[in-house]
């Protein structure tokens, strides 16, 4: 709890003892050894200090306010780190260190400032993590903070706490139920909002989902699409309906960089420029509707397609991106595109359900 920490004393040069001269700031170094010596800040006394100063030369005036206000910043950092109550005996010695060096009013109030500012944000930090035993409540006492001259600082060390969090979270991409109660619980701790900006909220509600697809239990889903005794739907999704085609294309390169020059590969028809053809594979939208995943079947609804095809004739699935790819015995795949948010959390509900089928 100690602020200070011994020094050596400046050793007196030749030049020094040739004109007489004394090292005055030893002056404020001895100040420094007798609180680094003591227990209490009472042992520097005015008595103490007069004959501290008359030895080695030096005065209390404006050139040793920088030295004085640092010596009493030290304490007062001790005093809003420690203090237990408002009335603690720390707050006393700082009065009396404050006298003994007679430190103008300005100047303790603004090391006081600094000295609280930044115990505030280290106690905070510490109620975060269960270092501190005082509530919030006690601590805004002592620091004679409201809700609102703190709120910025416990913010901030929220957000510092927060985001140390964030980053297991989002490598995890996972988000309990257990781990959003007790960062509800940790604002209520430092008497914040629960409240992310926009982004930070999509990502929890996408990691939150995807925890909730691996975890919660398999249950039913209403769904205004008659299903077949026994069936059951457990996921359903605003989908669009893909499919895998082969189209045939001009190479018109020599027309895009207007570097035209007459090959083998170009012909003419009439006064019209044939090029040559290439063929590309494209994933082409045919339909979009609504997905549902049942115990017995995928089943894709719009209002020109139904397609319906049961988990015995699906022999597995891939996920790109936002892109299941349904594969089926003898038959061309299905592929279905999804929101980035409900993709694969419709990935990891068929497979749950396909592997339940199997058994």
């Known amino acids: 709890m100690k602020p200070y920490v011994n020094q050596e004393l400046e050793q007196c040069g030749i030049f020094s003892k040739l004109f007489s001269g004394k090292p005055t700031e030893n002056a404020w170094t001895e100040v420094n050894n007798i609180l680094a010596d003591a227990d209490r800040t009472y042992a520097l006394t005015q008595k103490k200090l007069k004959e501290i100063l008359k030895k080695w030369g030096a005065k209390l005036d404006d050139t040793s306010l920088t030295k004085r206000s640092a010596l009493y910043r030290k304490f007062s950092d001790v005093i809003y780190s420690n203090a ?100 509800k619980a940790d604002c209520a701790t430092i008497d914040i909002p629960y409240e992310f900006k926009n982004n930070i909220v999509n990502a929890l509600n996408k990691y939150r989902d995807l925890w909730n697809a691996e975890n919660i239990p398999l249950v039913e889903i209403p769904i205004d699409f008659p299903l077949n005794g026994g069936e059951i739907c457990h996921a359903a999704a605003q989908a669009g309906l893909y499919q895998n085609k082969i189209v045939e294309k001009e190479d018109n390169y020599f027309d895009l960089t207007r570097k035209f020059s007459i090959d083998e590969t170009v012909t003419f028809k009439g006064e019209k420029i044939e090029y ?84």
């Open 84 to 183: 237990q109550s408002s009335d603690d005996p720390l707050f006393a010695e700082g009065r009396h260190l404050a006298d003994v060096l007679q430190l103008p009013p300005h100047l303790i109030k603004l090391a006081d400032k600094g000295a609280r500012q930044a115990a505030y944000f280290t106690r905070c930090s510490n109620l975060l993590r269960k270092q501190e035993s005082l509530p919030i409540s006690e601590i805004n006492k002592i620091f004679g903070y409201d809700y609102d001259d703190g709120f910025s600082i416990r913010k901030q060390v929220f957000q510092d706490y927060f985001n140390a969090l964030f980053i297991k979270i989002s490598e995890r991409q996972r988000f309990s139920p257990e781990e959003e109660a007790s960062l």
């Open 276 to 359: 040559p053809k290439t063929k590309e594979e494209i994933t082409a939208l045919l339909d979009i509707g609504s997905f549902f995943l049942t115990n017995q079947r995928i089943i894709f609804f719009s209002r020109k397609t139904l397609q319906e095809t049961s988990l015995g004739n699906i022999t597995g699935a891939e996920l790109n991106i936002n892109i299941i790819t349904f594969h089926r015995k003898s038959q061309d795949d299905l592929i279905y595109k999804y929101s980035d948010e409900a993709a694969e959390a419709m990935y990891i509900f068929f497979n749950r359900v396909y592997a339940a089928y199997k058994t």
